[in-house]
């Protein structure tokens, strides 16, 4: 990896950079698109690629580790493990980073969760960025002993832990209400330098504190464009009165994209048509202060999602920076 690995990662300045999601890997009907359940392996290998050649700053797989029966109509039970997924994917790419979106770390002890994801900076050559979340399924706590309740200090506290044990001690310390640790060396330590970026995910009031006062980075969720001013204010005023120095990378989700005219029936939230278009409404996030946009592509097949993707990153792309 290139120096960027040398200092918490930030999209360059001035710049608004392009993620996504990964297909696939998650499968609820709220957003899954309908080739997906019979997708599988190879169709995530190819937008991996694909993201990489195209110039996406990130790929993101999601945490789930059951679901239950009562949600499985609308969550589905397919959620691919984050760790598993990304670590598979770095190694058939080079640039693009890994984005855990979002790992519910409430879930494991901070060593736990330092370990894994350690060792998938370290094979990717540096490429980690750690998203945390508080989770919002309640019997996935219970099932592994830990109270759903009080899930939002368990995420602050572990975030802090992990900032500890991902940082660049081969025998860190810290020490909490719920966890502690000294004397316990783990390698390999991560590539990057003094750790990996941290980027909290969340819109809630918690969530977005948190961020502010814990996060490298910010990853909204269900926030409409018209909101997110507001939010953005928010985040950056708790920040300045937490005394927290460090700039924040500020994400946002965008709306549903399809580059071209679709000829086919893409849902009336999508924002499609020629490339100037999409590039000039995408435009509209960097200027209220989003640093990177999480964008989601319609499509009917895996092909048609990497040709979308290949013309999103040659046609929109070098047009949303002006």
């Known amino acids: 990896m290139d120096s960027a690995c040398e200092a918490v990662w930030r999209p360059e300045a001035g710049r608004l950079a392009y993620g996504m999601q990964l297909p696939v890997q998650a499968q609820s009907p709220l957003f899954a698109e309908s080739w997906e359940p019979g997708a599988g392996p190879g169709d995530l290998l190819a937008v991996a690629r694909a993201a990489d050649r195209y110039g996406f700053a990130y790929i993101a797989c999601c945490e789930h580790i059951a679901i239950?029966?009562?949600?499985?109509?609308?969550?589905?039970?397919?959620?691919?493990?984050?760790?598993?997924?990304?670590?598979?994917?770095?190694?058939?790419?080079?640039?693009?980073?890994?984005?855990?979106?979002?790992?519910?770390?409430?879930?494991?002890?901070?060593?736990?969760?330092?370990?894994?994801?350690?060792?998938?900076?370290?094979l990717s050559g540096g490429r980690l960025i750690l998203g945390v979340g508080a989770g919002h399924v309640r019997e996935e706590f219970d099932a592994l002993g830990v109270d759903f309740a009080r899930r939002g200090a368990v995420v602050d506290e572990v975030v802090d832990a992990l900032k500890a044990a991902l940082g660049p001690e081969e025998f860190p310390a810290f020490a909490g209400e719920r966890f502690g640790f000294e004397g316990l060396g783990q390698a390999p330590r991560p590539v990057q330098a003094p750790r990996p970026p941290i980027w909290v995910g969340g819109s809630s009031p918690a969530a977005v504190r948190r961020a502010a006062v814990r996060g490298d980075g910010w990853l909204p969720q269900g926030d409409r464009r018209a909101e997110l001013p507001a939010q953005i204010g928010k985040l950056h005023a708790l920040r300045e009165a937490a005394g927290v120095a460090e700039p924040v990378v500020v994400g946002a989700i965008a709306e549903p994209l399809y580059v071209g005219e679709p000829g086919w029936e893409v849902g009336r939230r999508t924002l499609s048509g020629a490339p100037e278009r999409i590039a000039e409404s995408l435009r509209e996030y960097g200027a209220m202060g989003v640093h990177q946009i999480q964008v989601r592509f319609r499509s009917r097949s895996g092909d048609e999602l990497t040709d979308q993707m290949a013309a999103f990153g040659t046609a929109v792309a070098p047009l949303l920076n002006g």
């Open 68 to 122: 239950p029966r009562r949600l499985a109509e609308a969550m589905s039970t397919v959620w691919y493990d984050p760790v598993a997924t990304l670590a598979h994917l770095a190694a058939v790419t080079e640039r693009v980073r890994l984005l855990s979106h979002v790992a519910v770390v409430g879930l494991k002890h901070p060593l736990v969760t330092a370990k894994q994801y350690a060792t998938l900076d370290r």
